[in-house]
């Protein structure tokens, strides 16, 4: 694979606007890490909200120009629209938006977040596969729990511009790079078994192909990853934006993992053990990624975890 030229940046700032878990009384915060405060006129107005679905705003500036971008929409319709007038956050700078894949706790609050960019024709870079109809998780014959569609219509009923690419697409003056499908390399990560899909009449087991992450290129600290459920396996995601980029040290890792819950126990100590080894300087595990697995990961890796939670902005320089 040729390589993609990944512009290096000063700064990469990424702040949460929905992720599973929040706690207004952290109060840790430093160089990198800004816990929301959700204050007005001094008082404490409101808390964020917490739902099991991501969102993210990313800016990159490079030679002191800053581009914005909107990864992903949440979970509910109102749920991270919410965050972001709670935060104050003013969504009118958003010049692109990207899907991690077509999953509901990752669409369904795009009429409200759109409506808040209030522009028409915004590029919307996604997979193809993220339109695959009749997606649900099979629990077994009688039990079958199916995903809300997420259909063309629908996004260009939202004003956005779809851009589909299978391969890893450069976005805003090549600052911020779209990887699209992601290969499933590693002997381990093997995926979820409950998603099938109904194919050509028949039902066929859905690997996810739309799964995909953001990657940027801190300049002179390595590449930030930033996942949405990372259903194609973090490491696999980190080895392929190594791969495409040609950069090999890495800066910091973010985003879901999906390691939660009894299906994926059995690799939770592997996945953390390959982060060692990939040694970013921070790693901030979200959404997804489940109890279990944070807390091994922040055992393992104790000096470079980062607790995340809705609102919270994590800055890099």
């Known amino acids: 694979m040729a390589k993609i030229s990944l512009k290096a940046v000063d700064k990469v700032v990424i702040l949460t606007l929905q992720d599973n878990y929040i706690e207004m009384t952290a109060m840790d915060n430093n160089a990198i890490v800004t816990r929301a405060a959700p204050l007005k006129d001094g008082e404490i107005r409101a808390s964020i909200l917490a739902e099991h679905g991501f969102s993210a705003l990313v800016k990159t500036t490079a030679e002191d ?16 629209a919410q965050n972001v007038q709670t935060l104050g956050v003013d969504l009118k700078e958003v010049e692109a938006v990207a899907l991690s894949h077509g999953h509901s706790d990752h669409t369904g609050g795009m009429a409200k977040m759109t409506a808040l960019i209030g522009r ?15 997606r649900y998780l099979k629990f077994g014959e009688e039990l079958k729990i199916y995903f809300p569609k997420l259909t063309r219509e629908m996004v260009h009923q939202a004003g956005l511009s779809v851009i589909e690419t299978e391969q890893p697409y450069p976005m805003l003056d090549d600052n911020i790079l779209f990887l699209g499908g992601i290969p499933h390399a590693t002997n381990f990560e093997k995926g979820w078994p409950l998603p099938h899909r109904q194919k050509d009449g028949k039902e066929v087991w859905d690997s996810i192909e739309d799964d995909s992450s953001l990657v940027m290129h801190l300049k002179d600290k390595g590449l930030v990853i930033l996942s949405g459920c990372a259903h194609a396996g973090i490491v696999n995601t980190i080895q392929y934006a190594m791969e495409v980029t040609g950069i090999n040290k890495i800066h910091a890792v973010m985003g879901g993992f999906h390691l939660s819950g009894p299906l994926f126990e059995q690799i939770i100590d592997r996945t953390a053990e390959e982060l060692q080894k990939l040694n970013p300087a921070y790693v901030i595990p979200t959404h997804c990624t489940g109890r279990k697995a944070i807390m091994a990961i922040e055992t393992k890796m104790p000096q470079q975890f980062i607790l995340n939670m809705a609102g919270t902005k994590l800055t890099f320089v």
């Open 65 to 80: 120009k800053t581009h914005t971008l909107l990864f992903d929409f949440g979970f509910s319709e109102n749920g991270a």
């Open 120 to 134: 028409a024709n915004i590029p919307f870079v996604v997979h193809p596969a993220a339109f695959q109809s009749s």
